[in-house]
């Protein structure tokens, strides 16, 4: 069974510092992975997704992701954080082909304090 | 284009009535999905329609149905409502012509069961 383990409910820091949200995924085969965002009473927007192409993946909003295999990781960064980061992450994958059923890990709420 | 539409934003319920959201998806997507979210479960995968087909069905009581119409506009029913079906419920489409491409998700509809 395919499952996403995101780690830390809640990661905090400040403005201008390193970002990065932790994702582990379990899956026999290669998995398409996304990192969607949630804002307050809002629906998930994507950030960025790996579908098997290269392995640094580059998304919206400065935030990048890279594939690791051996690690079955797939760690959100972005290099400085801005207050409007402020949200919740989710990591997601789809395992079966030609689905769109995504699992979800159970999400980080990003704090970004001044 | 426009995004994924759902309606209505808010919903009070009583225990033990029904209650029908609606989901309209982006022009040309013919996936639609549907998810439910809670603090305590996370987001979890409630169905897919295709074409007016269900094609996959999440582990949900058989309260939860859902259907597709001809112009790919998607309904979720919930029958005898319980406390615990307050969700925010998310529709999401996808284009099934990109196969595993990103699913684009509503703003949510917030049922309050009471």
């Known amino acids: 069974a395919q499952s996403v383990t995101q780690l830390g409910s809640h990661v905090s820091v400040s403005e201008g510092a390193l970002v990065l949200l932790r994702c582990n995924y379990s899956?026999?085969?290669?998995?398409?992975l996304f990192w969607y965002v949630q804002y307050p009473n809002q629906g998930l927007q994507l950030l960025l997704k790996?579908?098997?192409?290269?392995?640094l993946v580059k998304g919206i909003n400065g935030f990048e992701a890279e594939f690791k295999k051996s690690e079955t990781s797939f760690h959100l960064t972005k290099p400085s954080a801005h207050m409007s980061d402020a949200a919740e992450y989710f990591c997601?994958?789809?395992?079966?082909?030609?689905?769109?059923?995504?699992?979800f890990g159970k999400g980080t709420m990003l704090l970004v304090s001044p | 284009k426009a995004g994924v539409t759902q309606t209505p934003r808010y919903l009070i319920k009583t225990r033990g009535q029904q209650v029908t959201l609606s989901c309209s998806p982006i022009?040309?997507?013919?996936?639609v999905s549907w998810y439910q979210q809670t603090p305590g479960q996370g987001l979890q995968f409630l169905f897919e329609?295709?074409?007016?087909?269900?094609?996959n069905k999440g582990n949900f009581p058989g309260r939860f149905s859902g259907r597709q119409f001809s112009n790919s506009r998607s309904e979720m029913n919930v029958s005898t409502l319980e406390l615990g079906d307050s969700a925010l419920y998310l529709c999401?489409?996808?284009?099934?012509?990109?196969?595993?491409?990103?699913?684009?998700f509503g703003q949510g509809t917030r049922l309050t069961v009471v």
């Open positions: 997601a994958v789809i395992l079966n082909s030609g689905y769109s059923t995504l699992t």
């Open positions: 999401a489409s996808s284009d099934p012509d990109r196969m595993n491409t990103e699913a684009f």
């Open positions: 899956s026999s085969v290669p998995p398409y």
């Open positions: 790996y579908t098997s192409a290269a392995t």
């Open positions: 329609y295709f074409s007016e087909t269900q094609r």
């Open positions: 022009s040309g997507h013919r996936s």
